[in-house]
Nanobody, 116 residues
């Protein structure tokens, strides 16, 4: 675990949460950064990624239009996942990740619980 994810918590359906992920300095030269999640009893699921070379983001169909990945111009090693219009089905542990020449690094995960 080399990334630090934070910002999870309990939120009502329809609400919003913004997750943060801080990376160490060596991870500033990433190729791809993104988020995955694991719901109870399910496999890890792709949420979205940002490609540095293509300068665009890709999202799973289940979150497209509701979730947005972004970076911080001031804090170069911080990325965010803005989650809007949350649904109970979004309840999961969310993991951030970065891929670069060193391979993949992951965060420890942060729990998001959406109540109906």
């Amino acid at each position: 675990v080399q990334l630090q994810a934070s910002g999870g918590g309990l939120v009502q359906a329809g609400g919003s949460v913004k997750l943060s992920c801080a990376a160490p300095e060596f991870a500033s030269g990433y190729d791809v950064m993104g988020w995955f999640r694991r719901a109870p009893g399910k496999e890890r699921e792709f949420v979205g990624i940002f490609s540095r070379s293509r300068r665009r983001s890709y999202y799973s169909d289940s979150v497209k239009g509701r979730f947005t990945i972004s970076g911080d111009n001031a804090k170069k090693n911080t990325m965010y996942l803005q989650m809007n219009s949350l649904e109970p089905e979004d309840t999961a542990v969310y993991y951030c990740t970065r891929r670069g020449p060193w391979g993949d690094v992951w965060g420890q995960g942060t729990q998001v619980t959406v109540s109906s």
